[in-house]
């Protein structure tokens, strides 16, 4: 294997001279059309119960906020009050008092009484205790206030838990948490025993199904918007309303796929290839093979080597035969008539048959990988077999059981589910590849939900406008730049300058430690400098306007030489109107791809639109399309080439690509071979790159944007808190748009003790009232809030791909209304699920206390800013057209065992 040690600084090899020169910088652009996201349950209106212990919760917070304001100068003048009284008074109350107070800790009653004159003598000290005072009073109220508020919110709680559709979705995460909902939905009065204990998670899905709009199942349903007229619009609206899309889990299918073709009665009747293009040097040829391993879950593994042999002339005289698939057999006839041979000559034959052993010629799919029915096709493909007749009729009637999950009722699910996955784990076991004991639980299948009557928010002029301000700013604090650009002083430091790769896997491993690789150049430096340091007002950084609409005009030549494309997932506050930024990444139509065999038709169309018009003029584009397993990757084609393994399924197989160095714009490049057409290969599925082979690695990352991290623009206030430190981040705003929320970064420390303080204290029917306005002050933390797990460390061990299997393991976002006497009273529990700490950040738009029942909407909004193309640049592709760089070679490292036809 090659070494894949980060390059030195030093040792880069620098862009050609003389640099490009830049066009005028090119405007980016805002989509006509949005993907919507709406929770299909509206979150209920506000009880009046509910809004009157909110109002109390709220008062006692803001004399408890008040109290803390008055502390710090308080201490300071019971230090000065010292001439007023004797030495034996200092000492026995003064003292003491100021100590609690500078600790934070209630002073014990029994000091309180021997004040004497000293709150006529020291103003704030009065003040102080007035606010004592009216915190006590508050508290009293709560004791009467709370229980009806409880028992309007579990009533709340109740209906949502009797909603058909939050049935059907929480059916699909577990059976257990299905019964704790009939029994909360069933419920009356204050739950006890066993209830009592499920409280907290039914709550925490209620939230999710009325607060959180990621896709799953019923929870949320996904709709479209555009400029359209008025008959496209009124035709949705008449539509049917929502509607489930279930498709079996393709991690499943692709492993009884794999099974079926362990049999060489079926797999040798199937077209062949090469495992993949061959890499040849030194009179040795090296290829990628992969394995397939499956381990339950919703994705697979792929175990990746490579192999290297003899590059003897049979060998490359076959993988040409194979660039037009065939079967085993036929190969081999045909590769002995190539050598002159008869077409049963058995040294041929042995040839073949060894490269199938080695696994290096393989078999195609026997459907096409993105089939909508796959079972359905399999079930058609083995019929050719009379022995596999009954295989078939079970794969048939598995596909029936599939669909029929859309009409079966929440209360049914799961027995349908148990069954499925039990008719999977047969179906394995009999075709040879049993499920693992080890195996992750068994996903048997996924579900989501349309809905041609979607909200419409609309975006104004305004927002379209400040998003394509945005876009600039996304790409100076864009990770997917930095990657590039190490990928290509990779590429250029093996290669050369102009350089080409004809087998691009090759490159695989080096385009996937560069996202490691990357260092911020200086120019990039300097343009985030100048937005460093801005002053934070009342917790809010709001970004100099103009600096921020004339960067994209200063950005380099390297960053805007290529089109870019991102998706903005959008939320706003009807309280003040605010724009709300969720997530930033990448875009070219990849986060509404999943979706567009569900929607109307023409939005699959409008997005095909948008992708050509986005790439530019006379680009030469192409998707690639894998799997993975993961069901989210399933998508139509939307451009005219698609790159792929089998070219049964796709016109464009790697051995039709090289990757190049285009020095024109000094940019990494895809190739066609035939044509030396420079591609733009867009990947448009959800699965994270890192879960892919790495082999793909140059297909995936030809357009990498979409890792866009603000934080570095955030200043960063250490507030003292029990058991440590909490990092405090700022709002940060440009315009009308908010880029990042507040943010308290709470470390282990800090939430044990938060979670100690939330146990000691008993409140009005076990609401920490108390406790949580004393904290919300401390903090100054907003009343509503979505708690995360906390960051993840970089120590330095595992993949990224293990970083993300992390991420997706640790507990997701979740509101938190500390305005709700029902949360407070789950609070503590819901905290355990951090042991590592947690961040708390401020919920924006509102998640509660609305006098109507509201849905929550999301917009996924796409900006587009066209490539900022140069006149050497065009020139110089253009003649390069004509004369192409010399391939450059690299010498292989490792071997296995070689053969060839046997004379």
Known sequence: MPNRTALPRDARVPSPSPSPVNAPAPAAYTARHALVRSTVLARPAQSADSAAARALLGGLTAAEAAAEVLRPAL?????????????????????????????????????????????????RLAEWLELRRLRARLLAALADAVPPALAAERASLAGICREPAFTRAVALTSADLLRAVAHTAGATGEPRGRARKEEAAVLRHALRATAKTSPLSWFTAVGWTSDVTAEDAEAEEAADGPRAVVRENRALVAALVQALLDDPRRSRTLPHRMTSAARVADGRARYARAEVVFAGGRYLVTREEEVE??????????????????????????????????????????????????????????????DRRPL?????????????????????????????????????????????????????????????????????LSEDVHTPAAPRPRLS???????????????????????????????VARYGVGGVCDAPWDFGADAADAWADTGLPDELALLRQEFAHLPELDGELVLPAERVRALAARLPHWT?????????????????????????????????????????????????RQLRSGLGAGARAAQVRPVGGFNANLHPRL?????????????????????????????????????????DVLYLGFLAPVMLPRRLGPLLADHPNGVVDFRPLLPRTTLAAPGGSVLRTPRLRHRHVVLARRRWQLPAGVLDALRAELAADPGPDGVPAATVARWRARLGLPEQLFLHPAPATANGAGTPADAFVAHLRAPKPQPVDLGNPLHLRHLAKWLTRHPRGAVLEEALPGIAGQREPTRAVELVVETYRPGRDSAAGAAARDSARTARPARAVRTARTAVAEEAPDE
């Open 75 to 123: 201490c300071d003048d019971l230090y000065a009050s010292r001439a007023g009284h004797d030495e034996e008074f200092h000492r026995r109350v003064v003292l003491p008092l100021r100590r609690d107070l500078h600790n934070g800790r209630p002073p014990r009653a029994a000091l309180l009484d021997r004040l004497g004159d000293l709150p006529r003598r020291v103003p």
């Open 309 to 370: 042999l003899a590059a003897r002339p049979e060998l490359a005289l076959l993988a040409s035969l194979a660039a037009t698939p065939d079967r085993p057999d036929r190969l081999a006839a045909r590769l002995a008539e190539a050598l002159g041979r008869p077409g049963d000559d058995p040294a041929a034959h042995r040839f073949v048959g060894r490269l199938l052993t080695a696994r290096l010629l393989v078999p195609a799919e026997p459907v096409d990988p993105q």
């Open 376 to 444: 359905r096709s399999l079930a058609d493909w083995l019929r050719q077999w009379p022995e596999d007749a009954a295989l078939a009729e079970r794969l048939d009637r598995l596909d029936l059981a599939t669909g029929s999950l859309v009409a079966t009722p929440g209360e049914h699910r799961p027995a349908l589910l148990a069954s499925l996955a039990d008719h999977w784990r047969r179906l394995l076991a009999d075709a040879g590849r049993p499920v693992p004991d080890e195996a992750a639980p068994l996903s048997v």
């Open 461 to 491: 002029a305004a927002d379209r406008t400040v998003l394509a301000e945005l876009t600039a700013l996304a790409e100076l604090f864009e990770h997917g730049h930095l990657m590039r650009r190490a990928a290509r002083d990779r590429f």
């Open 560 to 608: 805007a030489a290529r089109p870019l494309s991102y998706s903005w997932f959008l939320q706003r506050d009807p309280v003040d109107g605010l724009v709300c930024v969720n997530h930033v990444y990448g875009g070219w139509g990849r986060f509404t791809s999943r979706f567009l065999d569900g929607l109307p038709p023409r939005a699959a169309a409008e997005v095909a």
């Open 639 to 679: 451009l005219a080439d698609e790159i792929g393994p089998d070219r049964r399924w796709t016109s464009l197989a790697e051995a039709d690509l090289d990757l190049v160095h285009d020095p024109a714009d000094d940019q990494l490049r895809l190739r066609l071979r035939g044509t030396g057409e420079l591609l």
